[in-house]
């Protein structure tokens, strides 16, 4: 059966659970890509370039938009990120649904580009919570904890106005689920 791929944005305050409920999808789900975006931040502890992300610095993260290589880019917590054209449209191209993990900024710009894209946004049970899985993570320190902490509400109020779907990741099961069902179009 034909069908067009779907283009999946996948938001959230950072720590809410993201990569988590994508990766969870992507061992469920056939036939799904998710994207590797490029950033200038430096890999955390256990991270892979490649495989998170693909790590490069400012000089060559400007070459690239200079060079319209990328599908939407956007400045988050001081630093570059951005998803590599390329490797969505070659992913769509071969019928893949496609989801991005990426921040608000990032899902307003694919909305304009591509106004059939399906925005989710994952929301935490309560604000709290957040701050014990950023710290939980073991990933950064203390004063960029806050950062994100302070960036998420600004994230959740675009959010509200822009996405369409939003979801809490309070049982990661049923979040998953819920980002199933709108990824096989019968989502709330
Ligand atoms: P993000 O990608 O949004 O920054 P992560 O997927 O790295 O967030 O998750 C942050 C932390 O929260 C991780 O330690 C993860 O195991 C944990 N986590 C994710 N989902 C849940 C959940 N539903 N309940 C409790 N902890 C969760
Ligand atoms: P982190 O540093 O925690 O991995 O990501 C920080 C924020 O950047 C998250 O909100 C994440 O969704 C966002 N992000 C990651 N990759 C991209 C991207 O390619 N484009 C945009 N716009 N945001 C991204």
């Given at each position: 059966m034909n069908r067009t791929p779907k283009l999946i944005v996948i938001?959230?305050?950072?720590?809410?659970?993201?990569?988590?409920i994508c990766?969870e999808i992507l061992k469920r789900l056939d036939n799904v890509y998710l994207?590797?975006?490029?950033?200038?931040?430096?890999?955390?502890?256990?991270?892979?370039?490649?495989?998170?992300?693909?790590?490069?610095?400012?000089?060559?993260?400007?070459?690239?938009?200079?060079?319209?290589?990328?599908?939407?880019?956007?400045?988050?917590?001081?630093?570059?990120?951005?998803?590599?054209?390329?490797?969505?449209?070659?992913?769509l191209?071969?019928g893949k649904d496609v989801i991005?993990?990426?921040?608000?900024?990032?899902?307003?710009?694919?909305?304009?580009?591509?106004?059939d894209a399906k925005l989710v946004?994952?929301?935490?049970?309560?604000?709290?919570?957040?701050?014990?899985?950023?710290?939980?993570?073991?990933?950064?320190?203390?004063?960029?904890?806050?950062?994100?902490?302070?960036?998420?509400?600004?994230?959740?109020?675009?959010?509200?106005?822009?996405?369409q779907y939003?979801i809490?990741?309070?049982?990661?099961e049923k979040a998953v689920n819920e980002v199933i069902a709108v990824i096989r179009g019968n989502g709330k």
């Amino acid at each position: 059966m034909n069908r067009t791929p779907k283009l999946i944005v996948i938001s959230g305050p950072s720590g809410v659970g993201k990569s988590t409920i994508c990766n969870e999808i992507l061992k469920r789900l056939d036939n799904v890509y998710l994207s590797i975006s490029a950033t200038t931040r430096k890999p955390g502890p256990g991270e892979q370039n490649g495989r998170e992300y693909f790590f490069i610095d400012a000089e060559e993260f400007e070459d690239r938009i200079k060079r319209d290589e990328f599908y939407e880019y956007a400045q988050v917590f001081g630093n570059y990120y951005g998803t590599p054209k390329s490797s969505v449209e070659q992913a769509l191209s071969q019928g893949k649904d496609v989801i991005l993990e990426i921040d608000v900024q990032g899902g307003l710009q694919v909305k304009n580009k591509r106004p059939d894209a399906k925005l989710v946004f994952i929301l935490p049970p309560q604000y709290d919570e957040l701050s014990r899985r950023l710290g939980g993570r073991g990933r950064d320190k203390k004063d960029i904890i806050k950062q994100r902490l302070y960036g998420a509400e600004a994230e959740i109020e675009m959010a509200r106005q822009n996405y369409q779907y939003l979801i809490v990741n309070d049982e990661l099961e049923k979040a998953v689920n819920e980002v199933i069902a709108v990824i096989r179009g019968n989502g709330k």
